[in-house]
């Protein structure tokens, strides 16, 4: 993986080889865990928006990329799909999202780390369900069970069958009543999640010959001494990038990110993390890489 320096990349559009021009959307999510689209629809969908290269990266699985490239090969779409994830960690009591992208998804150690991520899902689910039913809500497990089918099982399942048997008005107030995590407990339903740490994803995302980023670093309501030392921790386990474009990220936070990124020389990505259509924030829609940035695809050459 060869590093270009900044200097490399003096546009507005980058002029990486096979990316010129093109526009890229490298966080998304299908049915496989928590996005409400199957990967068919999210690929026709990324179609209509016009988008060049898409990574699907869902929660701790990677199993929407086969359906997704066999439909792109099937109805001879042009789009370039990148093989990602999304995998949750664990640093110093917060839950850190670490995303890998162009990743060989038949790697051994990142099978191995999946599998591992599974069973610690399925565990929490398990724990949640139990909870909820102390609060006075015994179908909520198996219900969210259902909807999560074969897919990875997330908290977003749980929030969505709470409000569909009525317990909730928002999924929002899911988190905030029940399973969300503020402060230093959590909520009445929150079960402390068992899993695997910066430094395992980074490694099984680098034995997949993928980039590891940091995924959505504004989104974790840290102070900015903890997330600086979150980057340097980060940095010091050879990740190689921040996600420093998002669809809601003002220019201050867009800026602040950039800075991170040169100053701990970090690769930048942009994605959306669409998980269903909504009015706030679409495929592909604000993506620009700033200029100065050093692109993740840059390292994919
Ligand atoms: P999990 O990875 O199982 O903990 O599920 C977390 C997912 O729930 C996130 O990826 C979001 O898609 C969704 N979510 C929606 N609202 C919230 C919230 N307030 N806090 C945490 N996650 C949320
Ligand atoms: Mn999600
Ligand atoms: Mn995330
Ligand atoms: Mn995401």
């Given at each position: 993986?060869?590093?270009?320096?900044?200097?490399?990349?003096?546009?507005q559009?980058?002029e990486t080889?096979g990316?010129?021009?093109?526009?890229?959307?490298?966080?998304?999510?299908?049915?496989?865990?928590?996005?409400?689209?199957?990967p068919?629809?999210?690929?026709?969908?990324?179609?209509n928006?016009?988008i060049?290269v898409?990574?699907?990266?869902?929660h701790?699985t990677v199993?929407?990329l086969d359906?997704?490239?066999?439909?792109?090969?099937e109805?001879?779409i042009?789009?370039?799909?990148?093989?990602?994830?999304e995998?949750?960690?664990?640093w110093?009591g917060?839950?850190i999202?670490?995303?890998?992208?162009n990743?060989?998804?038949n790697?051994?150690?990142l099978?191995?780390?999946?599998?591992?991520?599974?069973?610690a899902?399925?565990q929490?689910?398990?724990?949640?369900?139990?909870?909820?039913a102390k609060?006075?809500?015994?179908?909520?497990?198996?219900?969210?069970?259902?909807m999560a089918?074969?897919g990875s099982?997330?908290?977003?399942h749980f929030?969505?069958?709470?409000?569909?048997?009525?317990?909730?008005?928002?999924m929002q107030?899911?988190?905030d009543?029940y399973?969300?995590?503020?402060?230093?407990?959590?909520?009445?339903?929150?079960?402390?999640?068992?899993?695997c740490s910066?430094?395992?994803a980074?490694?099984a995302?680098?034995?997949?010959?993928?980039?590891a980023v940091?995924a959505?670093?504004i989104?974790?309501?840290l102070?900015a001494?903890?997330?600086?030392?979150?980057?340097?921790?980060?940095?010091e386990?050879?990740?190689?990038g921040?996600?420093?474009?998002?669809?809601?990220?003002?220019?201050?936070?867009?800026?602040?990110?950039l800075?991170?990124c040169q100053?701990?020389?970090?690769?930048a990505?942009?994605?959306s993390?669409?998980?269903?259509?909504?009015?706030?924030?679409?495929?592909?829609?604000?993506l620009t890489?700033?200029?100065?940035?050093?692109?993740?695809?840059?390292?994919?050459?």
């Amino acid at each position: 993986m060869a590093l270009l320096s900044t200097t490399d990349f003096p546009h507005q559009i980058v002029e990486t080889e096979g990316f010129a021009h093109k526009r890229i959307d490298l966080h998304s999510h299908t049915n496989c865990s928590d996005g409400t689209l199957t990967p068919q629809t999210l690929i026709d969908r990324a179609v209509n928006f016009q988008i060049d290269v898409l990574a699907i990266t869902d929660h701790d699985t990677v199993a929407g990329l086969d359906i997704a490239q066999k439909y792109i090969e099937e109805q001879n779409i042009s789009l370039k799909l990148i093989n990602g994830i999304e995998i949750s960690t664990a640093w110093q009591g917060f839950e850190i999202h670490i995303v890998g992208l162009n990743i060989d998804t038949n790697n051994d150690a990142l099978k191995t780390l999946i599998e591992k991520q599974q069973q610690a899902r399925e565990q929490r689910a398990l724990s949640m369900g139990e909870k909820l039913a102390k609060c006075g809500f015994p179908d909520v497990y198996a219900d969210a069970k259902e909807m999560a089918g074969e897919g990875s099982i997330t908290r977003a399942h749980f929030a969505k069958v709470l409000h569909q048997q009525g317990h909730v008005n928002t999924m929002q107030q899911a988190f905030d009543k029940y399973i969300g995590k503020k402060g230093s407990k959590g909520q009445r339903a929150y079960v402390k999640p068992n899993w695997c740490s910066i430094e395992e994803a980074v490694q099984a995302i680098h034995h997949a010959g993928g980039s590891a980023v940091m995924a959505h670093p504004i989104r974790y309501d840290l102070t900015a001494k903890w997330l600086r030392r979150l980057i340097v921790h980060f940095s010091e386990v050879a990740g190689d990038g921040l996600e420093v474009v998002l669809p809601q990220m003002n220019p201050e936070q867009r800026r602040k990110m950039l800075a991170y990124c040169q100053e701990y020389n970090l690769h930048a990505s942009m994605g959306s993390d669409f998980h269903y259509p909504n009015k706030w924030s679409d495929l592909g829609r604000n993506l620009t890489m700033p200029v100065g940035a050093k692109p993740v695809w840059a390292q994919w050459q």
